[in-house]
């Protein structure tokens, strides 16, 4: 069996239809990790709604991100006649363009998974989880038939999963790896999820200058004071050289998120530096770069920078 089915020619929403993301599959094929794909692919996904309530949701405001619903047998009253009844009334409403994405397992790969889990099958809770997965895939299969992207996950790792969901599905493709860019202060401890850090503490320091002190590195006299360290450019120029080498190699991974982090000694000065520059030049790369700094932050953002202006004029 191919491992990936289109059924229809085009998958894109019709102008202003709400989009619609039906996932289903039997038990232990991937729904759980399709929904978080699609969630980082920046659909608003709901798991296990009861399908009675799947009319009143989309019945409120419309809203600007597509929708990825998670269903299976689990859900209450979950059946085969009335998950086609809802994919019917969704079609014939001009409103919304519904799409059901199928991801379907051989049956010994769906047991050899509930074997490795030690989980018991929904549909049979009391007999080996031969019976169940049997039974799921015969009242799944009129929902198979409806697939308009069908994916088969038997042999299939979660990151080739999320390549080919991707592929389907992504929102934004040439936006899909966002980078964040952050200083911290060591005093406080590393920032939690980074995935690079980066150790300033060695650059000249604008605390000792007391013109400078009350400033943080948003400011052009900070920046220019850590920038005429000798050591600052190649610093800058090999880790700026190296993030631009590594963020199409995770991109190519499927990651959706980097982050990268700069500390110094109390978080105000060199790394804020190291951190506005870098977030500039991912930028001017054409990467998508936010900007964070934790410790600016717990003072209060405009703080440090309301003494620039004085201090500014001393200088």
Same mark, same amino acid.
């Given at each position: 069996?191919?491992?990936?089915r289109?059924?229809?020619?085009?998958?894109?929403?019709?102008?202003?239809?709400?989009?619609?993301?039906?996932?289903? /599959?039997?038990?232990?094929?991937?729904?759980?990790?399709?929904?978080?794909?699609?969630?980082? $692919? /920046?659909?608003?996904?709901?798991?296990?709604?009861?399908?009675?309530?799947?009319?009143?949701?989309?019945?409120?405001?419309?809203?600007p991100?597509?929708?990825?619903?998670?269903?299976?047998?689990?859900?209450?009253?979950?059946?085969?006649?009335?998950?086609?009844?809802?994919?019917?009334r969704?079609?014939?409403?001009?409103d919304?363009?519904?799409?059901?994405?199928? $991801?379907?397992?051989?049956?010994?790969?769906?047991?050899?998974?509930?074997?490795?889990?030690?989980?018991?099958?929904?549909?049979?809770?009391?007999?080996?989880?031969?019976? /169940?997965?049997?039974?799921?895939?015969?009242?799944?299969?009129?929902?198979?038939a409806?697939?308009?992207?069908?994916?088969?996950?038997?042999?299939?790792?979660?990151?080739?999963l999320?390549?080919?969901?991707?592929?389907?599905?992504?929102?934004?493709?040439?936006?899909?790896?966002t980078?964040?860019?952050?200083?911290?202060?060591?005093?406080?401890?590393?920032?939690?999820?980074?995935?690079?850090?980066?150790?300033?503490?060695?650059?000249?320091?604008?605390?000792?200058?007391?013109?400078?002190?009350?400033?943080?590195?948003?400011?052009?006299?900070?920046?220019?004071?850590?920038?005429?360290?000798?050591?600052?450019?190649?610093?800058?120029?090999?880790?700026?050289?190296l993030?631009?080498?590594?963020?199409?190699?995770?991109?190519?991974? /499927?990651?959706?998120?980097?982050?990268?982090?700069?500390?110094?000694?109390?978080?105000?000065?060199?790394?804020?530096?190291?951190?506005?520059?870098?977030?500039?030049?991912?930028?001017?790369?054409?990467?998508?770069?936010?900007?964070?700094?934790?410790?600016?932050?717990?003072?209060g953002a405009?703080?440090?920078?309301?003494?620039?202006?004085?201090?500014?004029?001393?200088?």
């Amino acid at each position: 069996m191919d491992q990936v089915r289109a059924e229809t020619a085009d998958l894109a929403p019709g102008d202003g239809a709400q989009r619609v993301v039906l996932i289903t /599959g039997p038990s232990g094929a991937g729904r759980s990790t399709a929904i978080n794909v699609l969630e980082d $692919l /920046g659909f608003e996904a709901i798991d296990n709604l009861p399908l009675s309530l799947v009319p009143r949701l989309l019945d409120g405001p419309a809203r600007p991100v597509p929708l990825a619903l998670g269903l299976d047998v689990r859900n209450r009253d979950f059946s085969a006649a009335n998950l086609i009844e809802l994919i019917d009334r969704l079609t014939r409403n001009p409103d919304y363009a519904p799409e059901v994405l199928y $991801l379907d397992c051989s049956p010994d790969t769906l047991v050899r998974r509930y074997s490795e889990t030690r989980r018991r099958h929904p549909l049979a809770p009391t007999d080996a989880p031969m019976a /169940g997965v049997l039974t799921e895939i015969d009242l799944l299969a009129p929902i198979r038939a409806r697939a308009d992207v069908l994916v088969d996950t038997s042999d299939l790792s979660p990151h080739d999963l999320k390549a080919e969901l991707a592929r389907w599905f992504d929102t934004a493709p040439e936006r899909r790896l966002t980078v964040s860019v952050q200083s911290f202060s060591y005093k406080r401890g590393l920032p939690r999820g980074v995935d690079m850090v980066f150790d300033c503490r060695f650059l000249a320091n604008p605390h000792w200058e007391p013109d400078l002190r009350p400033l943080d590195g948003r400011s052009v006299a900070v920046q220019d004071y850590v920038g005429a360290d000798p050591r600052y450019e190649e610093f800058f120029a090999r880790v700026r050289d190296l993030t631009l080498f590594l963020l199409p190699a995770h991109l190519d991974e /499927g990651k959706s998120h980097l982050s990268i982090a700069f500390g110094c000694t109390g978080g105000q000065h060199r790394s804020v530096t190291l951190a506005e520059k870098m977030a500039d030049s991912l930028a001017e790369a054409g990467w998508q770069v936010s900007r964070r700094h934790r410790e600016l932050e717990r003072r209060g953002a405009e703080k440090p920078q309301a003494a620039e202006s004085g201090a500014a004029d001393r200088l």
